[in-house]
């Protein structure tokens, strides 16, 4: 089953899908499924408790229509369904001999009728009387049927249903979804052309696929005209994150510089804007000038999802630490002239005092890595209980050797020394990055231009396209087919979650 989010706010494509092919809306009548044996209208007339009201939603009466459900040829086929009173739940027995137990409550909330056309719920929970049972279930080719004490008809497409089944094995498998490998330092970054990236829909989506499973992307003749960088980046989404640096930063040594990057010395391992509640998602960092004479200079990138991972593996208590014990992270800053990468003053930098706390691993629900954060050059003082103090150093130290020296280190930094007209496009939210120290003849420069997108914005438009790509190649009338080496099925964690949603790391 292909997931892409779930938590506060889930999408699937096959839900997606399936909105966008049905013309339906969610009052279009839907057939009962082959085999039905509908009750009564006297006899549910008696089920129906007297003056049951529910929202806004008027409640269909056994002759009302209900929604209209999308399906298709090879959703999943359920053998059987029954009620199980005692446990309040209706069990799906599916062909392949896996089970699943759906909540009444739970299958009413999401009954497809209290869905407007623009996806938004009319039926609240608070709304539905927990005194509602089923009388009758039944079971089509592609859907399951649920007649309920009110006389209320619910359809259910069989693959929504075991797209969202909550059964343990079924959740295990989203959380415990394979993850890619991780780029290993003799990986070449994945490259595309900026000129089709440009041009092209598909070559947007194709960039957005690496940078989920790998986490970092080249994108190649870009041409090193200034600004470029924000071009390339609204091809995803509006820029974000303007407050400290501006829609734009120059990324260029300067003298009395206001901040590390804009020296020539080493940056370590980190992640940008820590001390955002939402940090950026997706980073744009594209090279305008860069010495050929110059030594140093290389950027670096270690996938920070593995190094957690390896450390949970061989020190699982510290582990346990990390995740927590909360960090403080901050910018404090007073106010500033900015420059330019000509070294002109071209805006004042208003005063700054951010400051978050979270610990550097988060995990979901079921104690999955959901995201991690590191930039050790903008931490504040530890706040936490006393008995933590000593533990959480321990574990920090551990975790910054791993990611900084070492066999692990070196067999996992993945280093590369950019060139005029080329951009490097990475998930700030899972690559941890870097810069090796450098020098320029006099007149020559290291120059970068850099930019943010949200992290929602760049999910969504990954979301859309591979939506649309999908529901083209899968419609007979389409003539477009997906690129070469392109597999829409295959499993990949979706790192381009929205860190703090509460959500699964599933798969897609």
Same mark, same amino acid.
């Given at each position: 089953?292909?997931?892409?989010?779930?938590?506060?706010?889930?999408?699937?494509?096959?839900?997606?899908? #399936?909105?966008?092919? /049905?013309?339906?809306?969610?009052?279009?009548?839907?057939?009962?499924?082959?085999? /039905?044996?509908?009750? $009564?209208?006297?006899?549910?007339?008696?089920?129906?408790? $007297?003056?049951?009201?529910?929202? /806004?939603?008027?409640?269909?009466?056994? !002759?009302?229509?209900?929604?209209?459900?999308?399906?298709?040829?090879?959703?999943?086929?359920?053998?059987? /369904?029954?009620?199980?009173?005692?446990?309040?739940?209706?069990?799906?027995?599916?062909?392949?001999?896996?089970?699943?137990?759906?909540?009444?409550?739970?299958?009413?909330?999401?009954?497809?009728?209290?869905?407007?056309?623009?996806?938004?719920?009319?039926?609240?929970?608070?709304?539905?009387?927990?005194?509602?049972?089923?009388?009758?279930?039944?079971?089509?080719?592609?859907?399951?049927?649920? *007649?309920?004490?009110?006389?209320?008809?619910?359809?259910?497409?069989?693959?929504?249903?075991?797209?969202?089944?909550?059964?343990?094995?079924?959740?295990?498998?989203?959380?415990?979804?394979?993850?890619?490998?991780?780029?290993?330092?003799?990986?070449?970054?994945?490259?595309?052309?900026?000129?089709?990236?440009?041009?092209?829909? !598909?070559?947007?989506?194709?960039?957005?696929?690496?940078?989920?499973?790998?986490?970092?992307?080249?994108?190649?003749?870009?041409?090193?005209?200034?600004?470029?960088?924000?071009?390339?980046?609204?091809?995803?989404?509006?820029?974000?994150?303007?407050?400290?640096?501006?829609?734009?930063?120059?990324?260029?040594?300067?003298?009395?510089?206001?901040?590390?990057?804009?020296?020539?010395?080493?940056?370590?391992?980190?992640?940008?804007?820590?001390?955002?509640?939402?940090?950026?998602?997706?980073?744009?960092?594209?090279?305008?000038?860069?010495?050929?004479?110059?030594?140093?200079?290389?950027?670096?990138?270690?996938?920070?999802?593995?190094?957690?991972?390896?450390?949970?593996?061989?020190?699982?208590?510290?582990?346990?630490?990390?995740?927590?014990?909360?960090?403080?992270?901050?910018?404090?800053?007073?106010?500033?002239?900015?420059?330019? !990468?000509?070294?002109?003053?071209?805006?004042?930098?208003?005063?700054?005092?951010?400051?978050?706390?979270?610990?550097?691993?988060?995990?979901?629900?079921?104690?999955?890595?959901?995201?991690?954060?590191?930039? $050790?050059?903008?931490?504040?003082?530890?706040?936490?209980?006393?008995?933590?103090?000593?533990?959480?150093?321990? #574990?920090?130290?551990?975790? %910054?050797?791993?990611?900084?020296?070492?066999?692990?280190?070196?067999?996992?930094?993945?280093?590369?020394?950019?060139?005029?007209? %080329?951009?490097?496009?990475?998930?700030?939210?899972?690559?941890?990055?870097?810069?090796?120290?450098?020098?320029?003849?006099?007149? !020559?420069?290291?120059?970068?231009?850099?930019?943010?997108?949200?992290?929602?914005?760049? *999910?969504?438009?990954?979301?859309?396209?591979?939506?649309?790509?999908?529901?083209?190649?899968?419609?007979?009338?389409?003539?477009?087919?997906?690129?070469?080496?392109?597999?829409?099925?295959?499993? #990949?964690?979706?790192?381009?979650?929205?860190?703090?949603?509460?959500?699964?790391?599933?798969?897609?």
């Amino acid at each position: 089953m292909t997931h892409v989010l779930r938590g506060t706010r889930h999408y699937s494509w096959s839900r997606a899908a #399936a909105f966008l092919r /049905t013309t339906a809306s969610s009052t279009a009548a839907a057939a009962a499924a082959p085999g /039905t044996q509908r009750l $009564p209208p006297a006899r549910l007339q008696q089920l129906r408790p $007297p003056a049951v009201r529910f929202g /806004t939603a008027a409640t269909a009466s056994a !002759g009302q229509p209900t929604s209209a459900i999308s399906t298709r040829n090879n959703d999943p086929k359920v053998s059987s /369904t029954e009620v199980l009173p005692s446990e309040r739940q209706v069990e799906v027995l599916w062909d392949d001999g896996h089970n699943s137990y759906f909540d009444y409550t739970w299958l009413r909330v999401n009954c497809p009728s209290f869905l407007h056309e623009s996806g938004q719920r009319t039926l609240f929970p608070g709304d539905v009387d927990p005194g509602l049972k089923p009388v009758e279930t039944s079971a089509g080719d592609s859907r399951v049927s649920i *007649t309920w004490s009110d006389g209320h008809l619910s359809c259910y497409g069989t693959a929504w249903l075991r797209e969202h089944d909550n059964s343990p094995s079924a959740l295990h498998e989203r959380s415990h979804g394979s993850r890619p490998a991780p780029l290993r330092a003799w990986d070449a970054i994945p490259k595309v052309d900026a000129r089709d990236y440009m041009e092209d829909g !598909g070559a947007v989506y194709r960039t957005l696929r690496k940078i989920n499973r790998v986490g970092v992307v080249l994108l190649e003749n870009a041409g090193a005209e200034e600004g470029t960088v924000l071009d390339l980046a609204r091809r995803v989404a509006p820029v974000s994150h303007h407050t400290l640096y501006g829609e734009m930063f120059d990324v260029i040594s300067q003298d009395n510089p206001r901040n590390l990057a804009y020296t020539n010395e080493r940056l370590r391992m980190h992640m940008d804007l820590v001390y955002y509640e939402s940090p950026p998602g997706l980073q744009f960092l594209h090279c305008l000038e860069f010495d050929e004479g110059a030594k140093g200079g290389q950027t670096n990138f270690l996938d920070a999802f593995a190094a957690a991972d390896h450390l949970r593996e061989k020190f699982p208590e510290k582990f346990e630490v990390l995740s927590r014990v909360p960090t403080t992270f901050e910018k404090i800053r007073a106010a500033a002239p900015r420059v330019d !990468g000509e070294g002109r003053n071209v805006q004042a930098l208003e005063p700054s005092h951010m400051q978050y706390q979270r610990p550097i691993f988060q995990l979901d629900a079921n104690g999955e890595l959901l995201a991690v954060t590191w930039a $050790p050059m903008f931490e504040g003082v530890l706040m936490c209980q006393p008995q933590d103090v000593v533990p959480y150093y321990l #574990a920090y130290r551990e975790f %910054q050797r791993l990611v900084e020296e070492g066999p692990y280190a070196e067999s996992h930094t993945v280093r590369q020394r950019l060139k005029p007209g %080329q951009c490097l496009v990475f998930n700030n939210r899972r690559m941890l990055h870097g810069r090796e120290a450098f020098t320029t003849s006099e007149k !020559g420069s290291r120059w970068l231009q850099g930019c943010y997108v949200n992290i929602d914005d760049a *999910t969504s438009r990954l979301c859309g396209l591979h939506v649309s790509r999908r529901s083209s190649s899968s419609s007979p009338s389409s003539s477009s087919a997906p690129e070469s080496g392109t597999d829409y099925g295959s499993v #990949a964690p979706n790192y381009l979650t929205r860190v703090g949603n509460g959500s699964l790391p599933v798969s897609w």
